[in-house]
């Protein structure tokens, strides 16, 4: 039986498995079995997810970051905003400040000190296309 988590530590636990999917170049399957204990339920989806849609993920990130490509970001970063991106494409009951607030949370806790801002303003611009929403209500105060 899996851990149940809260959607906050589900986050966190998948940023901490989808780092090491990104360094080790293995599937999210793969990964999955290789855990002493199953992954909480959205952990799984989540990862699951980003594995699956990642070429897709990769190009909405290319296609609305100023000025930088997604080799050149931080790998913390590059992670959660692939997590993120999936979870506003793909997890539509999600609200979308709730998503790119925890994204921007775990930016400051775990990356660079201006990664935040650059996480909310990415994900705001991709909010904007793939949840059609105005931009000035897909930003989070950070």
Known sequence: MAYRSTRREARERALTLAYELDQRAVS???????????????????????????????????????????????????????????????EPELATAVVINEAVELA?????????RFINGLLSRIAQVVREIPLESAEIES
């Open 28 to 90: 999210a399957q793969d990964l999955l079995d290789g855990l002493p204990l199953p992954a909480d339920d959205y952990v799984q989806t989540l990862l699951r997810g980003v594995d699956a849609h990642s070429a897709e993920l990769d190009v909405l990130l290319n296609e609305h970051a100023k000025n930088w490509s997604i080799d050149r970001m931080p790998v913390i970063d590059r992670t959660l905003l692939r997590l993120a991106t999936y979870e506003l494409v793909y």
């Open 108 to 116: 400051k806790q775990y990356s660079t000190k201006d990664s935040g």
